[in-house]
């Protein structure tokens, strides 16, 4: 496991029962540093720094974000800079974990095959040697079968319903893509958003939610609004009552209808990440927390407990909602972040199941959870034994803060049975197949791409800068996705080279 200390790793394992069986299940929480997080956001207390060091610029967050704006430097000649990760392993929400079956993501799974917009994705993707100019390595694309739904006691081919929707339904699905398409053809739903959406003025679909927009434009179909409100799950950890409307316009509207992928790997966007540290990885500390960014001067100070570092630049790619409380006069938006739980399941054997078979996205239609992707779907041997399954739930359904209040709240092992109850559904031998369950909370795991928040006069400060610092994660696009991170990563580190004065 990449993403904890082996003592750290053993003091939070535990030992517990399965549901329904005497079969002992080992495992326990992951990367659990909401403590950390608590202390930043009251102010501390953090240790003065013993001693000072200069770099020509500093990286707040190791994230894809932060990353992405080190590999953009040093593709621009600059290596005087340093990232500072505050976890034991950088990649963020990118993180992996490994056990002796397979390698397996704690987060971000995959990145679609870029479409047009998404020129810097494809640049770094030949640049990994995943895409040469013309042709996609096929062993970076999700292999067939892509994914699968259980439905009606058994399990079927592609996520949309086979059986259960009416011709009605099905009229509106026909005629919500109708709308897609249009939305589509109007350039106005990219990725990147900063392509398509003009900076300057908020987009009307920004006013009203997701489901308004469904109400606005008549569609009721229960089948329809499910799977507008998986997606909005799926990518925002909310509910379409709790999107914009563009944000879940945009789910649909910016991507290729025919996606020949998406890439995915065993330990899903941590294979980015590993890449990335393979070639600058030196330049990263991990364990080191900024606790506040100054002025000093023409500089800027970035506090760590162990250093005070002086920059003439500073890329803050850490969380919206923690650099606002890290950086002294910076404005602050009124923000709302998805809570979330993922775990991965060891297998040491492959449940029962009926219908269609074994998919790399497996999604159960009446689950408030998001289903499991199989870590080991991409190895090309034919008969693989034990297996690692990522499990991804949102807590949707209730008021972020009072979801955030319970999941923190639970002990692994109710945790642990909630899960094995949920796939239980579609695999009820389940609990006999798991040898192990390891759990990871996120508090805040992603900005949630409110209404409104596009029109926030903060927000778009935030997007500026201040005077020879620039902030760069995800959550400045308001979309929690790899190329938006990438984005942000990519043009803060090309204002910091004109900081320097560098070409
Ligand atoms: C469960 C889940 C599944 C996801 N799946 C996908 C997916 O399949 N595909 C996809 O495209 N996107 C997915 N995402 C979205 C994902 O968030 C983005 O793709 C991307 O990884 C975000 O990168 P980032 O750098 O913007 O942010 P983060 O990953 O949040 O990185 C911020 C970094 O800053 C560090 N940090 C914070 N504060 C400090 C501090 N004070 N000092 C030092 N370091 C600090 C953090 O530890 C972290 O490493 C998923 C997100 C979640 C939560």
């Given at each position: 496991m990449t993403s904890l200390s082996r003592r750290g790793f053993l003091s939070a394992a535990l030992i517990g029962l399965a549901p329904k069986s005497g079969r002992t299940i080992a495992g326990g929480f992951v990367n659990e540093s909401q403590g950390l997080g608590h202390r930043l956001r009251d102010g501390g207390p953090f240790a003065t720094p013993p001693r000072t060091r200069r770099a020509a610029v500093v990286i707040v967050g190791g994230g894809v974000a932060g990353l992405s704006a080190a590999w953009r430097l040093a593709r621009r000649g600059v290596d005087d800079f340093v990232v500072l990760e505050m976890?034991?392993?950088?990649?963020?929400?990118a993180r992996w974990g490994e056990n002796a079956v397979s390698a397996y993501p704690w987060a971000a799974h995959y990145v679609p095959?870029?479409?047009?917009?998404?020129g810097l994705v494809k640049e770094l993707f030949t640049d990994l040697g995943v895409f040469d100019g013309v042709q996609?390595?096929?062993?970076h694309l999700v292999h067939a079968p892509r994914e699968r739904l259980f439905i009606h006691g058994r399990w079927q081919e592609g996520?949309?319903?086979?059986?259960?929707?009416?011709r009605r339904d099905r009229d509106q699905f026909a005629r919500f893509d109708e709308r897609i398409a249009q939305h589509r053809a109007?350039?106005?739903?990219?990725?990147?958003?900063a392509v398509g959406t003009d900076h300057r003025a908020t987009p009307?679909?920004?006013?009203?939610?997701m489901a308004a927009w469904l109400d606005r434009e008549r569609f009721d179909s229960p089948w329809l609004r499910w799977m507008v409100d998986y997606a909005c799950r799926d990518?925002?950890?909310?509910l379409s009552g709790d999107v914009s409307a563009w944000a879940g316009l945009m789910y649909f509207a910016?991507?290729?209808?025919?996606?020949?992928g998406p890439l995915t790997w065993p330990e899903g966007n941590g294979w980015i990440v590993r890449r990335l540290l393979e070639r600058f990885g030196a330049r990263v500390q991990t364990?080191?927390?900024?606790?506040r960014i100054e002025p000093r001067g023409r500089r800027w100070r970035v506090l760590t407990p162990e250093v005070a570092w002086e920059a003439e630049t500073v890329i803050v790619a850490a969380p919206l909602l923690v650099a606002t409380r890290l950086v002294d006069g910076a404005p602050r938006p009124r923000l709302t972040s998805s809570p979330w739980l993922t775990a991965n399941l060891t297998l040491d054997r492959w449940p029962h199941e009926a219908g269609f078979g074994m998919a790399w996205d497996n999604v159960i239609f009446d689950s408030p959870a998001l289903g499991y992707v199989v870590a080991?779907?991409?190895?090309?041997?034919?008969?693989?034994?034990r297996t690692v399954w990522t499990y991804y739930w949102a807590l949707?359904?209730?008021?972020a803060p009072a979801a955030r209040r319970w999941l923190l709240d639970q002990s692994w092992s109710t945790l642990r049975d909630r899960v094995i109850v949920d796939l239980g559904r579609a695999h009820p031998d389940l609990h006999d197949c798991v040898s192990r369950v390891d759990i990871m909370r996120l508090g805040h795991a992603m900005v949630r791409p409110s209404p409104g928040l596009l029109s926030d006069p903060s927000w778009r400060a935030l997007q500026a800068g201040h005077d020879r610092l620039f902030y760069a994660h995800s959550d400045l696009s308001g979309l929690p996705l790899f190329e938006e991170a990438q984005y942000r990563g990519v043009l803060a580190a090309d204002r910091a080279v004109a900081v320097l004065g560098r070409s």
């Open positions: 976890e034991s392993a950088a990649g963020g929400n095959v870029p479409g047009r917009a998404a996609w390595d096929e062993r996520l949309d319903p086979a059986v259960g929707p009416t109007t350039g106005r739903f990219t990725i990147p958003m009307a679909e920004d006013a009203l939610s990518d925002y950890g909310a910016a991507r290729d209808a025919e996606e020949a364990n080191q927390i900024a606790y080991t779907h991409q190895q090309l041997r034919v008969q693989v034994r949707a359904h209730q008021p």
